[in-house]
């Protein structure tokens, strides 16, 4: 029963039809009782009905002509009401025009009927239309938002039958193509016209647009264009359509990290997965930020099994939630015994190294701790996959370890250097070093969050600090593809776009949630050993590969004992800046 009463294009248009032929012969009965002092001649009855069916046919026909009967009923609007007057116009001239031309056929016929029946077919028809939108801003039960559609497919007209079943209390008031040579535009999708994007401030200011819900996404410049655009233009209510599991949609809050994403166009899903499947994985870290992300993808791409390792309780039970059937382990990586043990256990065919301490500030004020933890359980995890005879280990690295300025930075180019000259035998070592990513746990964004919602102000180190952003998931797939093409003893840098002003993206992030006026951005100075901006190479003599996303660094070769050795007293000495400077001469910093 509920099914047959919801709204529908078809029963909305028969329902006014039919209510606007019932209407236009009461108005037209009545205009004749008016015109008579409500004592109509017998005689005038003769050509009453053949007045009706034509002048009613005509009104249908232009009232259809004029979109009418595609508004959706509870948000007729005051172009919807001059549509309607356009539509009278229309039909009551061809009319006059008909009788002109048919005299004889429609009299006896009191001309003056036509214009008195005008006026009451507009009062009764225009009220009927207005109604149902007074009667739901009186009482209040929602508040509909002028919502402008970005984009043109099939999402478009799913977000346009929500509204018009009041699922969602956004008005779709037009749509906007991404591409202005849309053979849609000036069409027609759920009855909304679509426009070109270069109409996009006129249709803001013309429709009263607050609102936007974004369909197709355009392309990363354009689509910082776009929500620039709309920010300029007042529209700070942008929503974007995120598909769910199976073929329900909703409705998020556009993020930054929407903004942000490099989205790369070469991720080989292929390939990846013929490196993952049947294999038996093991990963450090596995409860961080890129581990949990990494786990999750080799569970989707059919590892046979999956070995997670965190020195964190909380968040190796977070990441077990999450991925059934995985082997969880709480050990820290500078556990070589306990490594060792879980090698022999788990014997794994690859093995991803995701564990560290990345925080450089933490790293600053802890150094004797981010050396242990950064050099030796890189070398645990190295030494023992070589003994263990795993085919393959994937160190993360980051783009801190270029020309290092903190403890943090140096202790990851440590173990570049020893990954990529330590004695392999048949395991193939690689290392992959890209930017921040998105949302990461201690990130610059969720702290922009926070401080945002908390009302400001928003902390910046530096007006000109700069980083490089990824998505996590791409970062993560980035990083696998990378390992299916490695053959051993290379440093892989992942393309990670332009770098951006981190004070642009707090302004940008600000402007989200529409308090510009309310947060200010304060500038803290920056904090010990961060830099003004990050580098992912060293020099400029990297090699391509097959994927314009990965490069490959020039190796840096060392004595591979004097190494040892070097690794050694840097893990005893008490001034650990002093012996990193002398691993990683390239590391400029102030001994303290």
Partial sequence: MTEWLRPTSLKRT????????????????????????????????????????????????????????????????????????????????????LYLLFRDTFNPFPRSVIMIDFFLSLIFIGTIRVSKRLWNEGRHTKKVKPTLIIGVNSKTSTIIQSAMKEEIAYYPAAIVSVDDNDNSVHSYIGNVKVYAMSDLEKLLEEKKIVSAIITQTPSRDNFKELVERLNLSGVNDIKQVKLLRGEHEKLEDLSIEDLLARRPQDLDMTLIASFLQGKSVLITGAGGSIGSEIAKQCQHFGVKTLTLVDNSEFNLYQIGEEIENASLTLLSVTDRGGLE???????????????????????????????????????????????????????????????????????????????ANVESDHTEIVSVR???????????????????????????????????????????????????????????ILDMGEPVKIVDLARQMIRLYGKEDEIEIEFIGLRPGEKLYEE?????????????????????????????????????????????????????????
């Fill in 14 to 97: 028969v329902f006014f039809i039919v209510i606007d032929t019932i209407l236009s012969l009461f108005t037209l009965y009545f205009a004749y009782e008016l015109r008579f002092n409500f004592h109509i001649q017998e005689r005038f009855f003769g050509s009453f009905w053949l007045v009706f069916a034509v002048l009613t046919t005509l009104k249908l026909a232009s009232l259809y002509l004029f979109r009418s009967y595609a508004v959706i009923w509870r948000f007729f609007s005051f172009s919807d009401a001059k549509n309607i007057i356009k539509a009278h116009l229309l039909a009551y001239l061809l009319f006059v025009l």
């Fill in 536 to 592: 992912l190479l060293l020099d400029e003599s990297e090699q391509k590969t097959k994927y314009s996303s990965i490069f490959i660094a020039k190796p840096t070769p060392c004595n591979i004992g004097t190494l040892r050795k070097e690794i050694e007293v840097l893990l005893e000495a008490e001034n650990k800046i002093e012996m990193l400077q002398k691993i990683v001469p390239e590391f400029k910093r102030e001994i303290s």
């Fill in 341 to 419: 043990k879980i090698f022999q256990k788990a014997r794994p065919d690859i093995v991803i190294h995701a564990a560290a301490y990345k925080h450089v500030p933490i790293c600053e004020e802890n150094q004797e701790a981010a050396v242990f933890n950064n050099v030796q359980g890189s070398m645990n995890v190295i030494d023992v996959s070589i003994a263990s005879r795993v085919e393959k280990v994937v160190l993360v690295s980051t783009d801190k370890a270029v020309r290092p300025t903190n403890v943090m930075g140096a202790t990851k180019r440590v173990m570049e250097l020893y990954g």
């Fill in 434 to 492: 890209f930017g921040n990513v998105l949302g990461s746990s201690g990130s610059v964004i969720p702290k922009f969050k926070q401080q945002i919602e908390n009302g400001g102000p928003v902390t910046v180190t530096h007006p000109e600090i700069t980083r490089y952003f990824m998505l996590i998931p791409e970062a993560c797939q980035l990083v696998l593809q990378t390992a299916a093409i490695a053959k051993g003893g290379e440093l892989f």
